[in-house]
T-cell receptor, first 113, second 111 residues
C-alpha cells in the first residue's frame, strides 16, 4: 500500500459523458501527478501539481482538466468522453516538486461504452 | 530528441540473476529512476540513481554510468513474483517536474 488513494476503482460510462476521478496523496506529499495507461501501453504523463499550482503539462487533451485543492487532494475531470479514453488512470505523489521518486495509487479503470 | 531505450522483453529462470538495461539520450540529465509494474497493477518505485555506481536494495540493485549514458536494474535470486514490467525513467529535458518513461521491459520468469 503506497498511501495514495484513488476513487473510484472502476468506472463505466457512455460516450459523451463527463467523469471526475479523485486522488489523495500520501500524507506529507505536496506533488500530485496524473497518468493515463491504455491496454498494454506505457505511462502517458498528463499533468503535475505542486502545492496547488500546475507545474508541468503533458499531452493532456483539452477535454481533460485537473486541479489540486488546498487540502492537496486532486481531481481529474474527463469530459465528452470517447471510446479511446478507456484506460487506467493513475495518480502518483511525491514529497517535493522533483518527479524522480513517485508513489502511485491503485488506479481508476475507466471504460467508455 | 530525448529518449530512453530498454529491451521489450527479457526471459530468465527462477533463482537466476537478470539485468535489464536502459540507455538514454538527453541533455541536462539528473538521474535514472526504476519502477516495477505487475499486470493490472500500479507502478511501484524501486530506485533512483543520481550518481554513478551501484545502489543495492535487497535482491534489487541499480547501476548508473553517466559517461556511457547507460543504466541497468539487476535482479538476483529471481522469484516468480518478480514477473512484471520494469520501466526506467528520467526527467524531461525542459522540465524539472516531469518524467520521461521508457517503453518498459517485460520480465518473464520460467520455473
Amino acid at each position: 500500500d503506497s498511501g495514495v488513494t484513488q476513487t473510484p476503482k472502476h468506472l463505466i460510462t457512455a460516450t459523451g459523458q463527463r467523469v471526475t476521478l479523485r486522488c489523495s496523496p500520501r500524507s506529507g506529499d505536496l506533488s500530485v501527478y496524473w497518468y493515463q495507461q491504455s491496454l498494454d501501453q506505457g505511462l502517458q504523463f498528463l499533468i503535475q501539481y505542486y502545492n496547488g499550482e500546475e507545474r508541468a503539462k503533458g499531452n493532456i487533451l483539452e477535454r481533460f482538466s485537473a486541479q489540486q485543492f488546498p487540502d492537496l487532494h486532486s481531481e481529474l475531470n474527463l469530459s465528452s468522453l470517447e471510446l479511446g479514453d478507456s484506460a487506467l488512470y493513475f495518480c502518483a505523489s511525491s514529497v517535493g516538486p522533483s518527479p524522480d521518486e513517485q508513489y502511485f495509487g491503485p488506479g481508476t479503470r475507466l471504460t467508455v461504452t | 530528441g530525448q529518449s530512453l531505450e530498454q529491451p521489450s522483453e527479457v526471459t530468465a529462470v527462477e533463482g537466476a540473476i537478470v539485468q535489464i538495461n536502459c540507455t538514454y539520450q538527453t541533455s541536462g540529465f539528473y538521474g535514472l529512476s526504476w519502477y516495477q509494474q505487475h499486470d493490472g497493477g500500479a507502478p511501484t518505485f524501486l530506485s533512483y540513481n543520481a550518481l554513478d555506481g551501484l545502489e543495492e536494495t535487497g535482491r534489487f540493485s541499480s547501476f548508473l554510468s553517466r559517461s556511457d549514458s547507460y543504466g541497468y536494474l539487476l535482479l538476483q535470486e529471481l522469484q516468480m513474483k518478480d514477473s512484471a514490467s520494469y520501466f526506467c525513467a528520467s526527467r524531461k529535458e525542459d522540465s524539472n517536474y516531469q518524467l520521461i518513461w521508457g517503453a518498459g521491459t517485460k520480465l518473464i520468469i520460467k520455473p
